[in-house]
């Protein structure tokens, strides 16, 4: 059976909202070392964290090869392995998005790049380092045989209105590490994890997001939620469910 559209870019959202890394393709410029004076492409490792449309967020050095390639040539491709600890990785979900690197220069985008990756807030603040937004036009999603699918860019953004969640983002995160961390542990063990100290930090129209030192779990809603009192719902449906499993293992 063939899969909808639907299906496939819930996916590739998911892969994108899964992992905290990505490999970063570029042209590399002429003279960038290469032997010749074409254009070579250069793939690069880098952190990203994601805006509350969708777009991933990077942190770079004007220093860096890659950011010096995009001063010449703005397109670019970030490939996203959601394949960690598979036996057979090539079974499954990895996404490969193109598009076009903008400057992201409002607080929301630093905001959110420093909650998902609190230890660039050592080197953010440097003169050489900026923060770029990449502007999604489609992605190549292949997750598992029969699963490879170009999605276009409308496909990839968040499925309602993403503006009433953003704008109480903040303070539902705060809300959850002060007053709710017995929760999150417990979104953190239905996820598998066995570790202690978890912490939000975020939260979209499709669930949160978590870290514990390198670590990072994604925690998703039963479906979208359009607002910040759909989101406490969902919270609070998580942590029943969980509670109610755990009870039923104990038994």
């Known amino acids: 059976m ?17 992992v905290d890394r990505a490999t970063l393709a570029t042209l590399q410029r002429e003279g ?22 969708g777009c991933p967020l990077l942190l770079l050095s004007d220093l860096a090869d890659h950011t010096r390639n995009l001063a010449r040539d703005d397109r670019v491709s970030l490939l996203f392995d959601g394949t960690a600890g598979l ?28 909650a998902r990756h609190p230890d660039a807030a050592l080197y953010a603040g440097f003169g050489d380092f900026r923060f770029y937004r990449v502007v999604p036009e489609r992605g ?50 239905a ?12 939260v ?14 994604r925690i998703g809603f039963s479906g979208p939620a359009a607002d910040a009192a759909a989101v406490r719902a969902e919270l609070v449906r998580l942590a029943r469910a969980a509670r109610g499993r755990f009870a039923q293992s104990a038994e």
Do not use: C, K
């Not at 996820?191 to 975020?202: I, P, V």
């Open 204 to 217: 979209d129209v499709e669930g949160v997001d978590l870290r514990l030192g390198g670590q990072v779990l």
């Open 2 to 18: 063939v899969e909808d559209i639907e299906t496939l870019a819930r996916t590739a959202r998911l892969v994108m909202q899964g």
């Open 32 to 53: 960038g070392g290469q032997r010749d004076a074409g254009a070579w492409p250069y793939a690069s490792l880098v952190m990203v964290a994601r805006d509350a449309a």
């Open 140 to 189: 190549h999603l292949v997750a598992g045989f029969g699963r490879i699918r170009w999605i276009d860019a409308q496909a990839l953004a968040p499925p309602v209105d993403p503006g009433a969640v953003a704008a109480a983002e903040g303070d539902i995160v705060a809300h959850m590490n002060e007053d709710h961390s017995a929760a999150i542990q417990l979104y953190a063990r």
């Open 87 to 114: 036996d057979r990785p090539l079974a499954g979900a990895r996404l490969s998005l193109l598009g076009r690197v903008v400057a992201a220069e409002d607080a929301a985008a630093r905001a959110r790049y420093l």
């Open 191 to 202: 996820a598998g994890s066995r570790e202690l100290g978890w912490r939000m930090t975020g």
